[in-house]
DNA sequence: TATGAATGAGAATTCATTCAT
DNA sequence: CATGAATGAATTCTCATTCAT
């Protein structure tokens, strides 16, 4: 994204909600495309041809993919993650965090196969503080007993990745998310009841993010 | 009659020998160059290059990187998943075999850095009949008590990605494959004597296969 | 609003103009380069460098040698034709009609090499209604009496195409055309006088095309 | 063709006759392949599959393309025009002679579909001193009446091009030579009864050439 | 800022030719 | 002589990037 102007007159503002508008366009497009084809495989024409600009158009935004690909990145997960976080702003069990966590993140997946085949593809695992921290506070506190932590970050990212890929080919049944995250809690040897607790508990609500067309 | 029909023969064999051998090279170059960038990015000039053949030789014996992809993918993980099936030929029991059977393929990941970056990053899934095997056993004779077996399914193979991905950048301590493997074990609530038990066994000998040069 | 599509329109108008500029003036190159080097034999680079355009540019305008050579073809035949279908609105005899067509077909071919290289070689028969439309006419009201109508149409075309070789190698007087002709009308038993008609009439302007340069 | 070796002893007569048949049958094949594709696009590989000869043996015997399709035509002309040369030792007339001529060679074709086509689409014009000579002959005579002996030479030359590619194509009734011959007597304004002579008398039997398999 | 034609470097592919067996 | 794998120059084709409008 090329840096904005600081200095935002009045006359400049129409401009820059339509560049923004089409900035927006391009990523919506690039997150289906990433979604279809991987990372690496797009060129710049499929952005440009989803996205419905002109060519030209594409680099008074972004200067390569690999840019684009960031962009998307960011502003795909970002809002879910914190929404995600700030949904479960007031729950203080380590065990209940994660479960409640994972399972909010199927939840969205199965929200938007999109979003989920994007992330099962794209994601460089990034903005994953919240499940780690979770797991390094259960682990301090003993709520969770497992031979390496770098393992079970391992096992549960690789896991969630799988979840993710399977969610976005619409091969889930609707409850495969609660299944996966009652695994991730069995795998850390988490407490039986606290386990039973994070699957019961009621999912808060997560605002929609404006949904991928 | 049979002295010509010997000559040709012989010019035959011969010429197949040496095809066989510069499709070895390729092959092997492949693995290197895909586990150093992946599927998608490599282009014909990079496996060329690595193989020390000309363009044109790459051509016959490959009709794309597609192609070759497939190839170098059978060829690769084909032998190992071999050898460790037939390594544990006389073990009975699922937990164990499961156990067993992710610590050896742990071992072999640490033993060939090359293969494990590979495996990590291409592995479209194939071949894993056995661990799938293991699983469905232990299941039906109620070893395992999961909430779903796509679930387990994707929760192993995604972590035991995620591994060979740790394993491939030379930051995983040698414990680490059995730690993945007792977790592993742990997540399909395995009992706990028979996880003990998959560990302390120790490890039966898998022939090395003709390393990476 | 209007002033935004009327710059799009202006934009696009612009573009339009540019790229029909460009694809006429690799046309015009690809009719010389056909003409000296047949239809098969001449690769991109020789259209490239003739047109003075980069290589790229080729298929932004073209998807390859063979569309190249239909686009060429017809855009270099139809004016022709047409301009000699219009010079002759008025004619009715149909002998006279085919010889005075002859004569100015011929006539194109001398004042053109280039075009009467590339017709020869390269023809492969089409938009030729005109002679064929005269021929049955005549037949029909009995003005010319020949064994077959399709050995006739064979006679006329090749005999044509070997003219345009030679009147294109410079290597015909410039009554050759009419020589031509006249053979032709013979060939079919026209009458004497008729034929003497045909060849008496003073040929109709026909609009010069843009040259070949 | 490289240069035979000119002492034969017995030692190499038959490593030369079986080169000879290796020769014949890359020629047999070139026939073929140069009356589908023309005499430029084919490749070396195409005549290599269609003669079931490896690569090499290819430049055992010719070093182009380009060589081969001279040798091609030269073995397949010679023989035919030849044996109609004989056919007609003992015509004088010459406009007999030119419309004898023309039905044997047209009788060939309709023999040989794959030999028409070659000859329509290779023949660079060689080897044709017999038509040219009758047609000269009877100029000379005053039995033909043409406004110019080159415009002649092209009607008829041209005209037997397309009947060819007619017949190749199996486009033409058995009659069609016998067409085309009488309308190239026509074109001459060669005697009427010469004419009808030329057609009626019997065409003498012409030795079969060694088939196109 | 949006447009899209033109560009040319680079990647893919073909194919004539060589050469050890 | 026959074979066919290997070679690399020539060719085709793609695609990121520029730029005038």
Redesign the interface.
Known sequence: MKAARAKVDHRTRVGRQRSARTEGRIIEAALRVFAER????PVIDDFVRAAGVARGTFYNHFESVEELLHATSAWTTRHVLERIAQAMDDIESPTVRLGVGLRLFFAQAQRDPVWSRFVARVWKVGGLELPVHDLEVGLRLGHFR???R???R??????????L??IGEGQ?PP??G???A???L????ADQRRIVAALAQSLPDVPERTRTR
């Open positions: 991987g990372p690496d495989a497992v031979p390496g770098d393992a079970a391992d096992l549960l990212l690789g896991g969630a990745r799988e979840a890929r399977r889930a409850s495969f609660d299944q996966m009652e695994l991730c069995q795998a850390l040897r």
